[in-house]
């Protein structure tokens, strides 16, 4: 259900970019601008916008691998409650990171991955011995590629480049 909506609201904002130009990303994105103007909806509809086909394409993959695994195990209700708690809490440590940092993480954010990257973290703790093909051809144990995701997420809000990649709202969902 949850690829089936993200699929759809991207679809939304295809048509929209195309054809109305409403600024939906300007309500519905998660920023310091917004949450100014009280836009608080954004720690949670951001979760759905993306920033292009292929960003979309991550996050659904991520979402069917793991999330598939993580909903078996915790039962749907508790699922929904970790997905939506990490994707809230990875955007919001973004989003604070913001106030000091602007240059670095006061971009408008969107995308799935924070709460994508708390259901790796649940997958490499519920089995931590669990291969993951990554990039479909190289097996690597979910403990190893939770640790590296991590790695890289903390690297990267430390030493912050110009990614245009949420590497906070990553290390965020990890560690909710």
Known sequence: ILMVVNGVVFAFQEINRAYMGIPMEWY?????????????????????????LFHLGCNLIGIYFFGRFVEDRLGRSRFLK?????????????????????????????????????LITVFALLDPDGVILLFFFLPMRAKYFAVIAA??????????????????????????
Do not use: K, N
């Open 82 to 118: 970790l997905y939506f708690l990490s994707g809230t809490c990875g955007g919001l440590l973004q989003a604070l990171l913001g106030w000091p940092f602007p240059y670095h993480f006061g971009m408008p954010v969107v995308g799935a991955s924070a709460g994508v990257f708390g």
């Open 151 to 176: 790695a890289i997420a903390l690297f990267y809000v430390l030493v912050p480049a110009d990614t245009h990649i949420a590497h906070a709202a990553h290390l965020g969902g990890m560690l909710t």
């Open 28 to 52: 519905l994105a998660l920023s310091q601008e917004g949450l100014r103007h009280g836009y608080v909806w954004g720690l949670f509809t951001f979760q759905f916008l993306h920033g292009g």
